[in-house]
């Protein structure tokens, strides 16, 4: 295991290379000069000139990415051109935002899709069964900003209700923080809940017909018990494979749902570094990002071996 691990560990490192060179190159294609986005069509070339040197903007491209790398292996991902502060400053105060509404759309994911999936293999080509497997085909086709959109907009035109606005944190008034990300957060888990519906249906079917569950049912235990002992957890192994890979998705969802919910998160800072050619900044959340979702799928790779004894990493 230890070896698997180590192994797993030096191959994060080419990715990420591999990321952040694909990252700071197309960034840098993308018309629009940061000298004038940040300072105004008003500041003089003077002052265009030297915020560019002072930012290292105006060197070639594989020195800005040195220079980048300088800054991350001291602890720092970056210096922002826009903000004046630094990446991991910015990132400190934004993430409890982005990881509220992550965290809240997982949860949410694995409590809709899990149950309702298991419910439509039990009670399989029953009325159920196909309400269930309609929602799932519904959820997977709306797309995510539209359903926000509305969510939004019709509960203020039929009820005259509008989410809290402005960030308030979750120790100094938990009411109104969660009625400020409970919304995004489902909206986030919409999607994503239902390929976790189809995959878990899929895969409870599958165990079901395994010899064990007919001897559970021989044996005379109850459905409940057959459901829970001898069925879900070996039923997992794809889902927990799913949920490790849609939480990529849901990062990126939270880049829409921040901005249309107005929730200062970093996915709002992405679109704003977007606009305003903050190559730091895009390079520093990425790398981020990227790291966080390395290491969910190493432990998604390792709860393999809890959920099935029978797996081992050798």
């Known amino acids: 295991m230890r070896q698997y691990i180590m192994r797993r560990l030096l191959l994060m490192v080419p990715v990420l ?9 197309l960034m840098r294609m993308v018309p629009g000069d940061p ?20 930012y290292h903007l105006s060197d070639p491209l594989p020195v800005q990415y040195a220079h980048w790398w300088n800054e991350v ?32 759309g997982v949860v949410f994911t694995v409590l809709i899709g899990v149950p309702l999936g298991v419910l439509s293999a039990v009670k399989q080509n029953s009325g159920w069964d196909y309400a269930i ?12 900003f539209w359903l926000g959109t509305l969510v939004l907009i019709l509960p203020a035109i039929w009820w005259n209700y509008l989410p809290p606005l402005g960030k308030v944190s979750l120790f100094d008034n938990p009411t109104k923080n969660l009625q400020q990300y409970y919304l995004p957060a489902l909206v ?77 998160g970093i996915g709002l800072l992405f ?5 305003t050619r903050d190559y730091p900044v895009i390079q520093g959340l990425t790398f981020f990002l990227a790291v966080v979702l390395l290491f969910v799928n190493l432990a998604v790779d390792l709860s393999y071996a809890w959920l099935d004894p029978r797996i081992r990493y050798a």
């Open 17 to 25: 290379l591999l990321i952040t060179v694909a990252v700071a190159t």
């Open 35 to 54: 000298a004038t986005l940040a300072l105004g069509q008003a500041a003089s070339e003077k002052d265009r000139q030297a915020f560019r040197k002072a």
């Open 73 to 104: 292996l001291h602890g720092n991902l970056g210096s922002s051109v826009v903000h004046r502060t630094t990446v991991t400053s910015e990132l400190r105060s934004r993430l409890p935002s982005t990881l509220e509404i992550l965290v809240l």
């Open 133 to 144: 497997r309609v929602f799932s085909i519904g959820g997977q086709s709306v797309p995510g």
């Open 188 to 264: 986030l888990a919409v999607g994503g809940s239902a390929g976790i519906m189809r995959f878990t249906r899929s895969s409870v079917l599958e165990v079901l017909r395994n010899d064990y569950v007919r001897t559970a049912h021989a044996k005379g235990l109850v459905e409940r018990r057959v459901i829970l002992t001898h069925v879900l957890k070996n039923a997992l192994i794809p889902v927990v494979t799913i949920v490790g890979l849609q939480i990529a998705t849901l990062f990126g969802g939270t880049v829409i749902l921040e901005t249309i919910f107005n929730l200062p």
């Open 271 to 275: 679109i704003d570094s977007i606009f």
